[in-house]
């Protein structure tokens, strides 16, 4: 027992630890992080879940601190509190549920230890800025750490995170449904707040069957959106067929663009300005599905560019131009986005769907992702 952490904490834990780029995680024991300092929390992780980016940094081609712990979107139980949280309660309260040992909370990819001071966090627009937590930071603050990239993540028992990086779970959410909709939900719940859509309006997603997409669909529809989902692998079209959200579905490798525009009004708006939908959000990192949203997209239309692939998207100016298509880029947005998006969760029942794993098990759960199984793979600490 650490004497650091109180007699109820163990001085080591069981963790998944990538050692070299390109290769499986290692199953290990090593020593519990901490004890949090300032505005830090050590959680005891309920579940932890697997993000594209976490493919991306095992593959090296972000760089990043090794040995690494992965995952940066996970839920547990807060077991000891760093010296300045109360004062973070203090600031917050009426604001935020208080941060307490036994509180219930979801860990978000938001800032791990922002600066608070430098041109970023001074200068980000009100969207990007932890504008409700006292102390204002950016979201990119470039001397914060991100989970699961340069400070360990989730895929362990135990986690030292930033008390700014959580949420309070309502009782009636799991962990295993919280951690995915940490990042994956919580990046789509911005993208529908950061395009501040006209009620009623028409929103496609490309890539609807995977783990932010399926969760893009249930928001959409819970928010009175008429929702479009594209996918093309057979896995994650079924996933969204039985989700039963009203959103109408296109398998992308057997429908041409034109044919989805004729579907979508039975073929009665012959303008081609007026067709599309009104907003397309672009998951998939191939340029072959940025065009294809692209095309269904109607003039003055919003792209929403969700995925960063290393090589990028090739963009028409003619889209551009003399279309007036404008496009956003999305990342998790305001704490206060956070906050909405588990009242429209816990009201709303949205559920994200995922495939459940132990600990021990995270390189069959990297390749079960690999194989395109669609929806989300997360890591429940209760199996052994
Ligand atoms: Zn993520
Ligand atoms: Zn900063």
Same mark, same amino acid.
Request: charged share 20%.
């Given at each position: 027992m650490a004497a650091t952490h109180g007699s109820s904490i163990p001085s080591t834990m069981k963790a998944q630890v990538i050692h070299t780029f390109n290769s499986p995680y290692k199953f290990e024991d090593i020593p519990l992080p901490g004890p949090p300092q300032g505005l830090e929390l050590l959680i005891r992780v309920g579940a932890?879940?697997?993000?594209h980016t976490d493919a991306i940094f095992a593959s090296g081609k972000f760089g990043g601190n090794l040995p690494m712990v992965s995952s940066h979107e996970f839920a547990g139980t807060i077991v000891?509190?760093?010296?300045?949280?109360?004062?973070?309660?203090?600031?917050?309260?009426?604001?935020?549920?208080?941060?307490?040992?036994?509180?219930r909370v979801g860990v978000a990819p938001r800032p791990f230890n922002p600066c608070g001071k430098c041109w970023?966090?001074?200068n980000a627009p009100e969207d990007q800025k932890g504008v409700d937590d006292g102390v204002k930071?950016?979201?990119? !603050?470039?001397?914060?750490?991100?989970?699961?990239?340069?400070?360990h993540g989730g895929f362990a028992e135990y986690a030292i995170v930033d008390c700014r990086q959580v949420v309070v779970l309502p009782d009636s959410i799991s962990f295993i449904d919280a951690a995915p909709l940490? !990042?994956?939900?919580?990046?789509?719940?911005?993208?529908?707040?950061?395009?501040?859509?006209?009620?009623?309006?028409?929103?496609?997603?490309?890539? !609807?069957?995977?783990?932010?997409?399926?969760?893009?669909?249930q928001f959409g529809a819970a928010l009175g959106y008429e929702m479009v989902g594209i996918d093309a692998q057979d896995g994650p079209?079924?996933?969204?067929?039985?989700?039963?959200?009203?959103?109408?579905?296109?398998?992308?490798?057997?429908?041409?663009?034109?044919d989805v525009l004729k579907a979508l009004d039975s073929g009665a708006v012959k303008d081609p300005r007026e067709r599309g939908v009104d907003a397309i959000m672009i998951l998939p990192e191939t340029q072959m599905a940025f065009e294809y949203g692209m095309k269904i997209l109607r003039y003055h239309g919003t792209c929403m560019m969700i995925s960063t692939p290393a090589e990028g998207f090739h963009v028409s100016s003619h889209d551009v131009v003399l279309r007036d298509i404008k496009i956003v880029g999305v990342l998790p947005g305001r704490r206060a986005w956070l906050l909405e998006m588990?009242?429209?969760v816990a009201e709303k029942s949205i559920r994200p769907v995922s495939k459940k794993y132990a600990l021990f098990q995270v390189n069959e759960l990297v390749k079960g992702c690999e194989e395109g199984q669609g929806g989300?793979?997360?890591v429940d600490m209760t199996l052994k």
């Open positions: 932890a879940s697997y993000c000891a509190l760093g010296s300045d949280v109360a004062q973070f309660n203090n600031i917050n309260e009426g604001i935020l549920t208080k941060l307490e040992i036994g509180t970023e966090c001074r930071f950016s979201l990119r !603050c470039p001397q914060a750490s991100t989970l699961g990239i340069n400070a940490m !990042c994956a939900g919580y990046t789509m719940f911005s993208a529908f707040k950061k395009g501040d859509f006209k009620p009623g309006s028409r929103i496609g997603i490309v890539g !609807c069957g995977g783990g932010l997409g399926h969760v893009g669909l079209l079924q996933l969204v067929k039985n989700l039963d959200t009203g959103a109408k579905i296109f398998d992308a490798r057997v429908t041409e663009p034109e588990f009242d429209v989300k793979a997360v």
